[in-house]
């Protein structure tokens, strides 16, 4: 039998929960304290609850049949609504415990990094950020600018060098 970690996103009409309400929110709590053993973790808002739960199961459709049951269970513990599931992923766990160890926000990049990434000086890499054609900053920190790294990739892969140094242009 294999592990499962299973999000549920049920939808509903009816009285919307509101995270302000402290009886809202003890609710929701103790229907989590009901299905402890399943390590859930529940969000709700307005008209939309959620839950993750650890549950076991031969396949992807047995581990989602004992995670809708057992959030039953616990909505009905503590009376809340039973609402339509309308969203759920069941992830085998030792693949979930991979994407755990992935980041969840993208890589950033300042002007050192940037001058690197472009095998040009720090100086040049403060120029070429200043042009229009260059990706907009993520975040302007009291360190300075930071960038996403993705999107300086997409740069450099379409950006034409030129060597030497730009002329200057005299005007008559």
């Known amino acids: 039998m294999k592990e499962w ?3 549920i996103t049920r939808v509903g009409d009816g009285p919307a ?10 609710r929701v709590q103790k229907a989590q304290w009901s299905i402890d053993e399943y390590a859930p973790v529940a969000s709700f ?4 609850i959620s ?3 650890a549950v076991k199961g031969e396949d992807p459709e047995e581990a989602v049949a004992e995670a809708i049951a057992v959030t039953d269970k ?3 513990n503590v009376d809340l609504p039973e609402w339509p599931v ?3 992923e069941a992830v085998e766990w ?3 415990a991979e994407q755990l160890k992935e980041p969840t926000y993208p890589e950033l990049v300042g002007i050192a990094e940037l001058a690197e990434m472009l095998k040009v000086s720090k100086q040049r890499a403060s120029e070429l950020a200043r042009d229009e054609r260059f990706p907009r900053p993520q975040q302007v ?8 790294a993705s999107n300086v990739r997409d740069f450099a892969a379409t950006w034409v060098r030129k060597p030497g140094r730009p002329r200057k242009v005299v005007e008559a």
């Open 5 to 7: 970690s299973v999000d």
């Open 74 to 76: 616990a909505l009905r």
């Open 45 to 48: 808002l307005g008209n939309e």
């Open 141 to 148: 920190l009291a360190s300075g600018p930071v960038w996403i």
């Open 86 to 88: 309308v969203e759920i």
């Open 17 to 26: 929960l509101d995270p302000h309400d402290e009886e809202t929110v003890e």
């Open 51 to 53: 839950f993750q739960v």
């Open 94 to 96: 030792t693949r979930f």
